[in-house]
């Protein structure tokens, strides 16, 4: 978990601005790595306990994100492993968290999101809702 948790780190920061870019020389035809201005993470934490784990940073540009992992007993299934058997457990696993910026054109985002038995859920000012569906009568057959 400590391994995901600092790949998403890592990969949060380079896609939002990056501490180095890739170009294509021209001249040469070949890739160049070229530096650019380094963004420092202003603050940082971790949690991780027995059965839950808590990230959440803040980078100096002001692109924050946090996600937390909770087993949660009582809420299983059954999911096939690697192998095609089918494993039965009591508990699954909910995963929620929050990230934010400023859009280029200096609108604040803000998307929260939870992925669990459900799937995956966003929500933000920003996204679109799909238009509410109409109500099924009782009395409709099929």
């Keep these: 978990m400590k391994t995901f948790s ?25 890739a ?5 201005e380094r963004i420092p993470i202003v603050r ?11 990230v959440s940073f ?3 540009n002001g692109i924050i994100l946090d996600h937390s992992t909770q ?3 009582g809420r299983g299934g059954a999911y096939e492993d690697g192998d095609g058997k089918m494993i039965k457990t009591d508990s699954s696993i909910v995963k929620t968290g929050s990230y934010q910026y400023t859009s280029p054109e200096g609108l604040p985002i803000l998307v929260k999101w939870v992925a669990d038995e459900n799937g995956f ?20 057959q099929y």
Aim: aromatic share 2%; net charge negative.
């Design 121 to 140: 859920r966003a929500e933000g000012s920003h996204l679109p809702v799909a238009p509410a569906l109409p109500a099924v009568s009782a009395s409709a």
């Design 44 to 54: 940082f934490s971790q949690d991780i306990s027995e059965g839950s784990d808590a």
């Design 6 to 30: 600092l790949a998403l780190l890592v990969a949060a920061c380079a896609v939002a601005h990056g501490s180095t870019s890739f170009r294509m020389d021209p001249s040469s035809r070949q």
């Design 58 to 60: 803040e980078a100096g």
């Design 32 to 36: 160049t790595l070229r530096e650019q």
């Design 71 to 73: 087993v949660v007993s």
